[in-house]
């Protein structure tokens, strides 16, 4: 699972900036839950081969008011913090130390969280005196960081990580194919996640058992279904009580996106009774970036009329139209109707994004579709697609060599996506096609 960072701060202290600082932009991956989390933006970040969530935050006020709009931040502040494996406690280098920021070390050290000291807006500031008055605040080393210009963030990433024990990874570590498909089971709350997975543990055979999760507050489900092993990822909080397994009420926002990280197969289940909503659009959007196969189910099928059912169904076109490749199911999971199908969808989305793709095979098509449709010139030059490869998969990747394709649009790229993916039945995986130049042998020489 990926590490979780938590940044902290009173209010104007940068730690909006320093977040898309860690994200480099604003679209990667960033959920906004409106109403559930406020006040709380997740995204993902990189360090080298190292990968980590990371959560912004509102001005923490630990001492406001019952009723003040403080005491609602300090609560989803404080929901961040027992979340995050780490917590980037900020503070203002030029504003200097303040009362609100004792207060907010006390907390910190009451909840004894892991927490690195990060004073923001340093820049110029060569000299540790002029940081002096922060180890006041009893929390170790003080590591000075220029959101703005991004001066010292890299060294906060790393004392972060490094004091989580976070190792670094292999970038050429494939995901090991062992058979069993991992599937997590994702959505809002109230949608029936819960009375899903409930309904499938209860179907005759289908074996299921507890295995205690080797992440923290995780749980899987492995069972069997005709013959194939499956793995459920817990994104629900589920927790063992007699034989029933019960959701907890508390939604966790970062369990979901490890969730989906950890999975090969997201069943993203909608409400047919509330439509696409912006937070399944948020989850939705996370899903294609993480690149997992997705099976689209519309839960509580049975409880809306004909005019609603027809309102679902143009809502996910509209509001879910980069899903176009994953097969989509209305069914009615406290009746257990439709539920039979999507365990065909899910197999087939898997057998998608582990697909083998050979060279040969991939560089005819290529030159099929060229030969029916040649790229748009760029400038002086027309693009000149020669040959393609597999470049990896869970998600599929397929690399397309030659030259100026640098001048390929995006129009054209889907168009190449969508030849390979009928021709190969990607059918509920995303496909990822790269161009990759050949280098000009006279550039650097001298005219």
């Not at 004909?306 to 996910?316: G, K, L, N, P, T």
């Not at 098509?365 to 697609?385: H, I, T």
Request: charged residues 25%.
């Amino acid at each position: 699972m990926k590490p979780v960072l938590a940044l902290v701060g009173r209010p104007n202290v940068g730690k909006s900036t320093l977040f898309n600082r860690l994200t480099k932009s604003r679209d990667a991956i960033v959920a906004d839950y409106a109403g559930l989390t406020r006040d709380r933006h997740y995204g993902q970040g990189r360090l080298g081969n190292r990968e980590y969530i990371v959560i912004d935050t509102g001005g923490f006020e630990p001492e406001a008011g019952e009723g003040s709009i403080f005491r609602e931040m300090a609560k989803q502040t404080r929901q961040a913090i027992a979340e995050a494996d780490a917590v980037i406690f900020v503070v203002d280098a030029r504003g200097g130390l303040s009362g609100q920021d004792h207060d907010i070390a006390k907390e910190l050290r009451r909840l004894g969280k892991t927490c690195v000291l990060v004073a923001n807006k340093a820049e110029g500031m060569t000299e540790g005196a002029q940081l002096a008055e922060f180890y006041e605040l009893g929390l170790g080393e003080v590591v000075p960081v220029s959101a703005a210009h991004g001066q010292g963030v890299r060294s906060m990433v790393e004392a972060a990580l490094d004091t989580l024990g976070v190792p670094e990874e292999d970038d050429d570590a494939e995901r090991v194919d062992d058979g069993v498909i991992r599937l997590a089971v994702a959505g809002r709350p109230n949608v029936g996640k819960s009375t899903l997975i409930n309904a499938w543990l209860g179907e005759e055979r289908l074996v299921a058992y507890d295995l205690p999760g080797t992440t923290r507050d995780a749980i899987s489900v492995p069972f069997e279904r005709d013959g194939k092993k499956f793995e459920l990822i817990d994104t629900a909080g589920l927790r063992r009580k007699g034989k029933v397994f019960e959701a907890i009420e508390k939604f966790s926002v970062v369990k979901t996106l490890q969730a989906i990280e950890s999975a090969n197969v997201v069943l993203l289940l909608l409400d047919a009774t509330q439509g696409v909503t912006d937070q399944d659009a948020h989850i939705a959007g996370f899903i294609l970036d993480a690149g997992r196969a997705v099976v689209l189910a519309v839960n509580k099928w049975d409880a809306v009329d004909a005019y609603q059912r027809e309102m679902v169904q143009r809502s996910i076109e509209t509001r879910l139209p980069f899903l176009k490749f994953a097969e989509i199911h209305f069914i009615s999971a406290k009746k257990r109707q439709g539920l039979a199908p999507l365990w065909k969808s899910i197999a087939k989305a898997y057998a998608a994004a582990m697909r083998k793709m050979p060279t040969p095979q991939l560089t005819r098509l290529l030159l099929e579709a060229v030969q029916f449709q040649q790229p748009k010139r760029s400038g002086m030059y027309r693009p000149k697609l020669r040959y393609a490869h597999q470049g990896g998969m869970n998600p599929p990747v397929i690399v397309v060599h030659g030259n100026s394709l640098e001048g390929v649009t995006d129009t054209y790229k889907r168009y190449l996506e969508g030849r390979f993916r009928k021709a190969f039945d990607l059918v509920g995986t995303p496909l990822r096609v790269e161009m990759k130049s050949a280098r000009n042998p006279y550039a650097d020489k001298d005219s």
